[in-house]
């Protein structure tokens, strides 16, 4: 792959799920509780690993942020 679209999915991996798989996940019945603590948990964790993969990023040349 190239690097910009290595890069794009490297970052759409980082980022959480779509917070209408809660509304879904209550809507058709299955386990909402667990829907929205996974939708918090990621979107915690892409608060870290965003940068993270930025950073890597530019470390192997692939962009350049500055």
């Known amino acids: 792959l ?26 058709l019945g299955g386990d909402a509780p667990l829907m929205a603590g996974i939708v ?3 979107t915690v964790l892409s608060i870290a690993s965003v940068p993270l993969v930025l950073w890597v990023a530019e470390s192997m040349n692939w962009i350049r942020l500055l």
């Open 2 to 27: 190239e690097a910009d679209w290595l890069l794009v999915g490297l970052l759409l991996m980082c980022v959480s799920t779509a917070p209408s798989s809660f509304i879904l996940a209550r809507q």
């Open 40 to 42: 918090a948990i990621q």
